[in-house]
């Protein structure tokens, strides 16, 4: 007889890990909300398809190696790759991302020689960073101790720049400080902030500047949609709108769970839901950790297309006093805008807009003052009220309530210490060795591509070791 699987939260780490495993488990998946896919949510307003969540689509493989197994992954999921993904903007200076050296080098140095001079050793730099963070970082599962105690990760961490900030490390390339921002921004990838958080993060970097920026026809929430018709396929059930109130144990087993609707026993059980909120489930204290960073979020259908990106970046002024706003937990003065907008690489929704201001979490919210902000970068990029048939505000409380997070955070506790970026929640339990934890408020982190590769490994060396049934 196959074991019994139970994944709590179906947002991508849980559905990644869910499908793997159902290759030889009995899986099912107890989702709080309506639909799946967790913050990767496909929103439609008035006639307006959005995508919440993940809006930047990174590193097409991490998706298509969980789909591989059952067969025709790029066909299922074909990611485009976006020539010119990345507008960014501060006052009179201006830089477009793209993965071709040369054409970066040259609008670099129409901002700064030595930056563009320095590009391609910049480059060589994340490159070998990202390679050498992959097997033991990305790649690699935390259950117990023992896992740490690995003899090649002391080295290996120490290779991943782990006491220089992202900034101070970003100065030695960049003496600009327009163009040290262009990669500082890579940190609120987790919800961190570049003055603190390790260089470690500007491996961010190489999944855009090297690898690539993706589009997918139909918009990223597709790729929720195809991971839920693979399961439904792999016979993997389905419990949404429904949630899941306590955990049933036997001395150091869990044997099941308890949820809005019944009673469900399991073998082993994988929680994707957000540690914190988790452990309060264990009856356990949370941490006083700082959180990762929330978001202020609104949802712009227009009436006709504009001549945007498919991203856009309108800068602060002052990036620094952004994050110790954010640091201290305060909505900045002034503070940096992204704006996502499909059509210009897809033009099979209405043309619409989602727009992003970095949040702190848990904090009192001026919707007023957040909509002016948004108001003004919207004139910056040429739309005025008349241009937009609808529009929706989707605050930090919106994350918190909607994905159960605490305070609204994305990433769980934020990565700006060492301690905090490399020694995160582990993949196993401590004390129940068959409650294993995957999604971006554990190790490695979030960011939709890490989230899925995190939910495939986890879920082989499930396989391999045919963990259900260890005992210690
Ligand atoms: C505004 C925003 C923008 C983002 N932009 C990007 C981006 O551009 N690129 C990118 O790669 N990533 C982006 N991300 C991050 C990305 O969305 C996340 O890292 C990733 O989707 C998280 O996946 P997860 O596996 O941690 O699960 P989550 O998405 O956190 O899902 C967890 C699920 O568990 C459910 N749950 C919780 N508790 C219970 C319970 N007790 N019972 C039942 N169900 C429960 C929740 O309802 C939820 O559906 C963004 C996130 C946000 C919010």
């Not at 988790?278 to 006083?288: D, E, I, S, V, Y």
Request: hydrophobic share 40%; with cysteine; aromatic share 12%.
């Amino acid at each position: 007889m196959r074991k019994k699987a139970l994944i709590i939260g179906g947002g991508l780490g849980g559905l990644s890990a869910a499908l793997t495993l159902s290759t030889e488990y009995d899986v099912q998946i107890i989702e709080k909300n309506a639909q799946l896919g967790g913050k990767m949510r496909a929103i439609n307003l008035d006639g307006f398809h959005f995508d919440f969540g993940p809006n930047t689509l990174t590193m097409p493989h991490y998706f298509w190696d969980v789909i591989a197994p059952f067969g025709e992954p790029e066909k299922r999921l074909p990611f485009k790759k976006i020539a010119l993904p990345t507008h960014h903007q501060l006052d009179d200076f201006e830089l477009v991302f793209t993965t071709d050296q040369q054409a970066m080098i040259e609008q670099l140095a129409k901002i700064d020689h030595k930056s563009a001079q320095n590009y391609p050793a910049f480059i060589r730099e994340i490159t070998s960073l990202y390679k050498r963070s992959e097997k033991p970082f990305l790649q690699k599962t935390f259950f117990s101790f023992a896992d740490y105690c690995d003899p090649s990760l002391p080295a290996s961490i120490i290779q991943m720049h782990p006491f220089t900030t992202l900034s101070a490390f970003l100065e030695k390339y960049f003496p600009h400080p327009f163009v040290r921002q262009l990669f500082e921004r890579f940190a609120t990838y987790i919800g961190s902030s570049p003055f603190e958080a390790p260089a470690t993060f500007a491996l961010i970097a190489y999944f855009e500047l090297v690898e690539g920026t993706y589009s997918l026809e139909g918009g990223a929430s597709k790729i929720a949609a195809v991971f839920e018709e693979l399961l439904i396929a792999q016979h993997v059930v389905i419990h949404t709108d429904e949630l899941v109130t306590s955990l049933n144990h036997l001395n150091n087993k869990i044997t099941g769970c308890t949820t809005t609707k019944g009673h469900y026993e399991a073998d082993l059980v994988i929680c994707n839901a957000d540690y914190d909120v988790f452990q309060q489930l264990l009856g356990r204290k949370t941490t006083k950790k700082q959180r990762s960073t929330s978001a202020y979020v609104e949802l712009i259908g227009l009436k006709s297309p504009v001549p945007l990106h498919h991203h856009n970046v309108l800068f602060s002024a002052d990036y620094k006093k952004e994050f110790q706003a954010l640091h201290t937990g305060h909505y900045a003065e002034n503070p940096t805008v992204y704006s996502c907008y499909p059509y210009a690489s897809d033009s099979s929704n209405p043309p619409a807009l989602f727009v992003l201001i970095n949040a702190p979490s848990n904090a009192p919210l001026a919707v007023e003052k957040l909509t002016l902000q948004v108001d003004t970068a919207l004139l910056k990029w040429g739309i005025s009220k008349q241009h937009i048939v609808t529009r929706q505000v989707l605050p930090p409380s919106f994350i918190a309530e909607e994905f159960l997070t605490a305070g609204g955070a994305i990433y769980g506790q934020a990565s700006n210490s060492l301690k905090n970026s490399f020694f995160r929640p582990r993949n196993r339990d401590s004390q129940f060795n068959n409650l294993y934890y995957v999604g971006g408020s554990v190790h490695p982190g979030g960011g939709s591509p890490i989230v899925v590769k995190s939910g495939y490994e986890m879920a082989k060396r499930i396989l391999k070791n045919n963990e259900a049934t260890l005992t210690n």
